[in-house]
């Protein structure tokens, strides 16, 4: 009886405590959602534990110190892309492994860009269905979002691409600009061709071009060749 | 007219040439607000994080844990190059996945999730304490009165499931069933409010 058991949810939030786990079902999903809510609208629930907030805090230092997570050296650190996305696939799920992507594959000033740009394949992909056919017989440049990249499916003439849509400088994700036919960041002005080449940037050093991923058409749809989400 | 020494100049229109007086330093554009370590972006973000993902789960060792996870998970791959706002995209951007795990680990099902919008604007600017309540009580106030008074009886004025029942002369068993169906009821109002 799951009414018994959202009883026993709304119990543990009342308590602080952590909820115990069942298998609700649509009607109890919305009464869990609910009582979440009427429970952080509860005045200074939301405020967090100065204790907790500075466990933690010494939880990452050491963190930091042990270089599991040193912020220098992963600034200066080279990824391969097939190691990066093999990392990428295991570590980040869904979408923080879109930005995981675009954020290890940006240029650091440091380095040219010439191992950059190319063609991402990633170690355990599947084909993803992201647009069809149709679609982008209207519109030639179709945005697309899967578990683990964001990029575009251009078509030029009758041949299709697919491009990473994460700015190599920062990460930030690009939009088709349909009045240039152009790629831009709307972080800092940078704008890629529908190709992925770099079309401008002010950036003192040297710019990647965006990398292409593996893209066919089946039965109408389009498919790219992504990291698998789990 | 010539404009006054103090007032502002407009910058050139498209097409029209900088004017500027020979010898004059050229504007330098400022770099966007930066983060000088890791310890900056932490303390500058744990309170905020902390209070959507409390917002996500309703309580307090799950948010704890969450926004641990998320923090363990970020601080890694962000460089302390990136900008503030780049810096919180990519905190949501965890949180969401976090979150999303959570949930299936527990439930095999979504029962919150982060709005990539409206809790990027909630992490940008945190809202007042006061918001919730005032929205809660009009949810309450909108609902038939025993829906209402059994959530006021639990949430409002802290009384366990027994209690509410003997306040409202009812079973334990019926104060279960319409705690249930005043919380089914008082999501869809939630849904139905910004």
């Known amino acids: ?230 | 007219m010539t404009p006054d020494a103090g007032c502002r100049q407009g910058t050139p229109a498209p097409g029209e040439p900088e004017r500027r007086e020979p010898g004059t330093p050229r504007l330098r554009s400022v770099e966007p607000d930066r983060y000088p370590s890791w310890e900056a972006i932490y303390l500058d973000n744990v309170e905020r994080l902390y209070r959507i993902m409390y917002s996500k789960v309703g309580n307090r060792p799950d948010a704890e844990d969450l926004t641990a996870q998320i923090f363990q998970a970020a601080l890694g791959p962000l460089r302390t190059s990136a900008s503030i706002g780049e810096v919180r995209a990519y905190l949501l951007a965890t949180a969401r996945t976090v979150l999303a795990a959570h949930w299936r680990r527990r439930y095999a099902a979504e029962i919150t999730s982060i709005d990539v919008l409206g809790d990027r604007a909630q992490l940008d600017d945190p809202p007042s304490e006061s918001d919730a309540p005032r929205r809660t009580a009009a949810i309450i106030a909108a609902l038939p009165d025993r829906y209402g008074r059994i959530l006021e009886l639990r949430f409002l004025e802290s009384c366990s499931i027994r209690e509410a029942a003997h306040a409202m002369n009812i079973s334990l068993a019926n104060a279960k069933v319409l705690q249930h169906r005043a919380l089914r009821h008082a999501a869809a109002l939630f849904e139905g409010t910004p």
């Open chain 1, 1 to 230: 009886m799951t009414i018994r058991r959202v009883s026993a949810f709304i119990d543990a939030l009342l308590h602080n405590r952590r909820p115990p786990k069942f298998s609700p079902d649509a009607d109890d999903i919305a009464a869990m959602r609910a009582a979440i809510e009427l429970r952080a609208a509860q005045p200074g629930a939301t405020i967090p534990n100065s204790e907790f907030v500075a466990d933690l805090h010494r939880r990452l230092a050491e963190q930091q110190r042990a270089g599991t997570g040193n912020l220098e050296d992963l600034t200066h650190r080279r990824v391969s892309r097939r190691g990066l996305l093999q990392g990428a696939t295991a570590a980040a799920a869904a979408a923080a492994a879109g930005v995981l992507v675009g954020r290890e594959l940006v240029s650091n000033g440091s380095t040219a860009p010439s191992a950059m740009g190319g063609h991402l394949v990633p170690d355990h992909g599947t084909w993803q269905a992201v647009t069809t056919r149709a679609e982008l017989a209207n519109s030639h440049v179709v945005p697309f979002t899967t578990s683990s990249t964001v990029g575009f499916v251009v078509e030029d003439g009758r041949r299709l691409a697919a491009l990473s849509g994460v700015c190599t400088h920062l990460g930030c994700v690009l939009r088709h600009n349909p009045t240039t036919n152009r790629l831009d960041c709307p972080c800092h002005r940078a704008s890629f061709s529908l190709r992925g080449d770099v079309v401008r940037h002010e950036f003192a050093g040297p710019l990647a071009p965006l990398p292409h991923l593996s893209v066919r058409e089946r039965d109408g749809t389009v498919e790219v060749y992504a990291p698998a989400s789990d």
